[in-house]
């Protein structure tokens, strides 16, 4: 559940704190007031793409912050801070064009919001009716709605489509390498054999230019090493020094014994030193000048570089080159049996592939009939009267199967019993669309765990009878559901438990510059807000009219 949503510098909005709660709530207010503005401010949060156009004027950056609840989905509480059962979410957009995103206080970016808060909350704008209206989505939303059943299979479609790719890529490069010349399999060859000669390691070019400096300066580091050992351990030197130092203090603690403290930290800065020094030796004893090992080392260094410049550009390089001419020269000589081998793999990817691709298909024309069936009843209670659904399946060409399987679906509708059923986009008008919209949201909505469903505008062009059925149907959705709305209908927005009044004010100080504002409404500020949006009035009839809407909705 959304719970706090903090505003400031975005749009019209100044600093804008909102406390949401469980139930239905409504965002109303004249056309061009910003209640638009607060769903783009919520779309930041879920990972929406930003424009620093949406900067307040006069403002260097726009920041939106959120915080959810997250007791009602599992996807909620694996994100949660465990102490405290809630998701924090902050993001900065600046006028330069960066984002600063921060989850549960720690730096995180849009994608990770697009993935994890995107997946806790459902937006519906006023153009999903063009989603609606794409039958390339169709698919996806029986998948959605059926995903108990159609879960696992999907899965083990989208796995065994996997193999098949794979299967098929192998086969194709062993085809690719018995297609090539001989010349160049000689070839191949012959640069595998000089490669497997010098037989470079990962690195190796590397190891060696940071060993040089070593080996050409070993004397030098040999002298500085002793004179680091005098320092530590000769006459006169830092550990004798402390020896005396420990020494002294132990008898003047026989006398005081708050030198103890002072004593034992000059001891374990004699035991630090000591360490050094043991390390000091160490090092010392493992240092050998030896030209011969200075010029083995630039020799190997010389050939590595020349390999590299040979069948590189770089040492790296060259290794995967080896990796390929293995399997190049394994191929020539293994030809038939490596042929036979990945073409059989190639037809057992196929076949399982074909298989999961039928369980999934076999099982989404099962589930399509209750879905069907589901969405009648939705549209039924938007008013729509008798409508009819349908979802039309094909089988593609196995060359045409995509990640969503070997399946193209097209929901139909059907306006009335008698008529055929056809492509919304052909029959459709734009406040049946509306209405099927929202039956579809509304079956949806109830076979998921999104926890947060967010309409604009859904009820556009429509009014009367049909507006009181929307508002129920969303009202009823609020059962399981926080549900935002923002809505033009006071049929609508009779059904709300919550209700927040958004509206253009100007400044004290400055009359031109105006502001978006969103207040919380008590129960008369509602029942005068309705009258307003009943009639564009608050007279004493339009204000019985509000109250007898709203005493309707709540029976």
């Given at each position: 559940m959304l719970r706090d949503l903090h505003i400031q510098d975005f749009a019209l909005i100044d600093d804008l704190w909102l406390e949401f709660g469980p139930g239905l709530t409504v965002l109303t207010g004249e056309t061009g007031a910003g209640k638009t503005v607060l769903l783009s401010a919520l779309g930041l949060i879920m990972g929406q793409r930003g424009d620093s156009g949406q900067i307040a004027v006069g403002a260097d950056k726009a920041k939106v912050e959120a915080v959810f609840d997250a007791a009602e989905t599992n996807a909620a509480a694996e994100l949660a801070e465990s102490d405290q059962g809630e998701i924090t979410v902050s993001r900065t957009m600046g006028s330069n064009g960066r984002t600063r995103v921060l989850l549960n206080g720690d730096l995180s970016s849009v994608g990770a919001l697009q993935k994890q808060i995107g997946a806790l909350i459902d937006l519906h704008g006023q153009h999903d009716h063009q989603a609606l209206l794409s039958q390339a989505r169709h698919i996806e939303y029986l998948d959605r709605w059926a995903q108990a059943e159609i879960a696992s299979l999907?899965?083990?479609?989208?796995?065994?489509?996997?193999n098949w790719q794979q299967a098929q890529e192998d086969l194709q490069q062993i085809e690719d390498m018995l297609a090539r010349s001989i010349e160049e399999r000689d070839a191949g060859q012959i640069a595998l054999a000089e490669i497997e000669r010098i037989d470079p390691q990962p690195g190796e070019d590397d190891e060696l230019r940071a060993k040089l400096p070593t080996l050409q300066n070993s004397e030098r580091i040999a002298d500085l090493m002793r004179q680091a050992q005098d320092s530590l351990r000769g006459e006169q030197a830092a550990l004798e020094s402390l020896y005396d130092l420990d020494s002294t203090l132990e008898q003047v603690a026989t006398f005081d014994k708050s030198v103890q403290d002072l004593q034992g930290s000059a001891r374990e800065a004699r035991h630090v030193l000591e360490g050094?020094?043991?390390?000091?030796?160490e090092y010392a004893a493992g240092i050998e000048h030896d030209p011969r090992a200075l010029e083995a080392a630039f020799e190997r260094l010389s050939t590595l570089e020349s390999l590299a410049k040979r069948y590189g550009p770089t040492l790296d390089a060259v290794i995967a080159r080896r990796e390929r001419l293995l399997t190049l020269v394994d191929v020539a000589e293994n030809s038939d049996e490596r042929l036979f081998d990945a073409r059989d793999a190639e037809k057992a990817a196929r076949t399982t592939l074909i298989d999961a691709a039928g369980a999934l298909s076999a099982a989404r024309r099962t589930a399509a009939k209750d879905f069907i069936e589901q969405l009648s009843a939705a549209a039924t209670d938007l008013e729509l009267g008798k409508v009819r659904f349908d979802i039309d399946f094909k089988e593609l060409p196995f060359e045409q199967w995509t990640a969503n399987g070997?399946?193209?679906?097209?929901?139909?509708?059907?306006p009335a019993p008698a008529v055929p059923a056809r492509p919304l986009a052909k029959i459709a008008s734009g406040g049946e669309i509306s209405r099927v919209m929202l039956a579809l949201k509304s079956v949806l909505g109830e076979a998921d765990n999104t926890g947060i469903l967010i309409f604009d505008e859904v009820d556009a062009g429509i009014g009367g009878a049909t507006g009181l059925a929307i508002g129920a149907k969303l009202k009823n959705l609020a059962q399981t559901h926080q549900v935002i709305v923002v809505t033009h209908l006071a049929q609508v927005a009779a059904y709300?438990?919550?209700h927040f009044l958004v509206s253009k004010e100007s400044a004290e100080d400055n009359p031109d510059a105006v502001k978006t504002a969103v207040i919380p409404l008590s129960n008369e500020q509602r029942t005068i807000e309705i009258a307003r949006m009943l009639s564009g009035s608050d007279s004493e009839t339009a204000l019985t009219h509000a109250k007898e809407l709203l005493q309707s909705a709540r029976t």
């Open positions: 999907y899965a083990s479609y989208v796995a065994a489509r996997k050094i020094a043991d390390a000091v030796s070997s399946d193209k679906a097209e929901i139909l509708y059907a709300a438990d919550a």
